[in-house]
């Protein structure tokens, strides 16, 4: 689990978002599901779920990279 602390003069994009990483065998991979939650009211849903699609892509290419 992750925190992220929002600072900002618009209290729309202020708050703490909580990020929940949950890992599962799926075949011979491993299914990511992340789920986010306190997500500042003024942060746009389709950018916000774009970016939090794009975690686990970057969590493999980093993973594949780092032998």
Known sequence: M???VFEADNPSYAGVMTL???LAA???GTEVTVTATGVPPGVDRAVHEAAIAS???HLASY???AD
């Open 20 to 22: 929940t990483w949950r």
């Open 2 to 4: 992750q925190r992220a």
């Open 55 to 57: 975690s686990p892509a």
């Open 26 to 28: 799926a075949g011979d």
């Open 63 to 65: 993973a594949e990279t």
